[in-house]
């Protein structure tokens, strides 16, 4: 279900992308990424009905400026070094289909950087 960014053809997936920088909220979603970063991780859009039943509820609450807290399959998604943490924990206890490759690059967020964003179609 999950391909790294080299492996991409055409422009059809969703995109978990670290967050390389430490901003503020509003200027990380305003400035703090952009598309097709080689070390980013996608999923075909063909894939999100089973994405989304096995990982819909992880990413459920991102952290918005505005407040709204619930994912935007559509839009920008940024989630903190602490909301990966819990993440990926709970991923691991879970174990959904694929967890292997998304842990081992969640693990990376927690570790090299400012969390991720997860950037919708």
Known sequence: ?????????GTAYFEFQYCKKDWNIKRLLE?????????????????????????????????????????????VNYYTKEQTTLILDKIKTDKPKDFEALTAWLEKATTDYNGFFFLGI
């Open 1 to 9: 279900m999950f391909i790294p960014c080299s492996e991409r053809q």
């Open 31 to 75: 400035k703090g990424y952009s598309f097709w970063e080689k070390d980013s991780l996608l999923v075909h859009v063909d894939d999100d009905r089973d994405f989304f039943e096995n990982y819909g509820d992880y990413l459920k609450a991102p952290d918005y400026p505005h407040g709204t807290g619930e994912l935007d399959p559509y839009g």
